[in-house]
């Protein structure tokens, strides 16, 4: 049964941190999230404009609402106010609290004071494990942190002299390496930089360690994998709200049936066509490759081959599994997101006027032109050949093609937003 952890943090209008966040984390993690709404931020992905303080007493109430009701395994505490500190540690006292320490916006709007930060370390620090980023460590402990060695101090000092349970010091504002001090010992959780959008980090990071508690992880286990969640979480990140993705790995699997399914069908229509597409494969074979809104691609494992005098896909479709149009692929979506899949076959010059003929916008690169340091770079060539094509039409192509090289196979790219076009277009280019 799914495990109950409450979370007392505030609304974030913008759709990106807090309660929807920490909502979204708790249920992505397969555990039933109890919401007390301790503020409301009127804000954008740009700025906070304010906030509108929930009374103590409401806070309690909604607080007592879901004890009386849920068995709580465990409690994390997010955006709070100096006022409410008090019926806080009151109404959660005997329960495992992970504490996020939210002192100020990205954009700078401060939301506790120098007196609500005491109010923090007197009643609700001690007993509850800490999770502060580089400047709240700083402001909490009076360290200046400036390695992972300060962090360590800091985390020390958290434990040691205010009395935290356990303490979690978050590198992301220093070198992406997370130090946890619990039961005496040190441990360093090393990550890496995840390109996306990070509002909403550090409560998804406190919400996922507090659901992974919840599942009865130890302590280190638990940190390790909300770490590993929030830079997945960064990673898929969308950017309606410019914020982290909590639910990634829902979206991420529904989306990578969708898109097996979609590309298994088109690759049944290509087969279909038989004879007519039987001397356009590549000499290489012909590929079909599709990309997911989060830049995973599906091929056809093996390619798509002459047999006889028809065509057959040597594997079934797979993630990942043509490295060139994954390549082709992902470089044209940089410039044009809403494209989607691509296809090669071999060039003829019937093929490129056929396309011109029906109006299919056409552009080339010539990789006599490529420049040495992209042929001497590892697998740079057709990075450097989709810019090309792009910048020489100046806007995007359905069609780009290559004349080849020394022991290079000349060859035509057909692009489309969705498998099924790409499938269309090649059927009126070899009807």
């Not at 966040?21 to 301790?38: G, M």
């Not at 303080?53 to 395994?73: G, H, K, L, N, S």
């Not at 709240?136 to 020390?156: F, P, Q, W, Y």
């Not at 590993?228 to 829902?250: D, H, Q, T």
Request: aromatic content about 6%; glycine content about 8%.
């Amino acid at each position: 049964m799914p495990m109950a952890v409450l979370i007392i943090a505030g609304l974030d209008t913008g759709g990106g941190a807090g309660l929807k966040a920490d909502i979204e984390t708790v249920s992505a993690l397969n555990e039933h999230p109890l919401p007390v709404v301790s503020a409301i931020t009127y804000q954008n992905p740009n700025e906070v404009r304010g906030v509108f303080i929930a009374p103590p007493e409401t806070i309690r109430e909604q607080i007592r609402a879901v004890r009386d009701a849920f068995d709580i395994r465990a409690v994390k505490i997010g955006l709070i106010h100096g006022g409410a500190i008090e019926a806080i540690a009151e109404e959660t006292k005997g329960l495992r609290k992970i504490l996020d320490p939210v002192m100020a916006s990205t954009s700078g709007f401060q939301f506790l004071s120098p007196e609500d930060v005491g109010r923090l370390k007197k009643r609700l620090v001690p007993g509850s494990i800490v999770t502060p980023n580089v400047p709240e460590a700083e402001v909490l402990t009076g360290i200046k942190i400036n390695s992972v060695e300060d962090m360590r101090k800091a985390a020390r000092v958290l434990v040691e002299e205010l009395s935290a349970e356990a303490a979690v010091v978050k590198g992301g504002h220093l070198n992406f390496t997370d130090v946890l001090y619990w039961n005496g010992e040190v441990f360093e959780i090393p990550g890496e930089h995840a390109e996306g959008f990070t509002h909403g980090t550090g409560c998804a990071f406190s919400t996922a360690l507090a659901a992974f508690i919840a599942k009865g992880l130890r302590l280190p286990e638990a940190v390790e994998k909300a770490k590993r969640f929030v830079e997945g979480a960064i990673r898929f990140s969308r950017g309606e709200g410019k914020a982290i993705n909590p639910i990634w790995e829902l979206q991420r699997d529904a989306q990578r049936w969708r898109s097996k399914e979609e590309l298994g069908d088109a690759v049944n229509r290509l087969v279909k066509m038989g004879e007519l597409l039987n001397r356009h494969v590549a000499e290489v074979g012909t590929n079909f490759a599709l990309a997911t809104d989060f830049n995973e691609v599906f091929a056809v494992k093996g390619r798509i081959v002459r047999y006889d005098k028809t065509v057959k896909p040597v594997g079934p479709v797979e993630l990942n599994a043509s490295d060139h149009l994954r390549r082709a692929l992902l470089k044209m979506r940089e410039f044009y997101p809403e494209v989607k899949a691509v296809l090669n076959l071999r060039y003829s010059e019937e093929l490129v006027e056929k396309a011109k003929k029906l109006g299919l916008k056409v552009s080339f690169y010539d990789r006599r032109e490529e420049p040495e340091e992209v042929k001497r770079a590892e697998r740079g060539t057709m990075e450097w050949g989709i810019e090309t094509a792009v910048k020489r039409l100046g806007e995007r192509p359905d069609i780009v093609y290559h004349l080849g090289d020394w022991g290079k196979e000349p060859m035509i790219l057909v692009f489309g937003s969705n498998a099924e076009e790409v499938v269309e277009r090649v059927r009126l280019l070899i009807s």
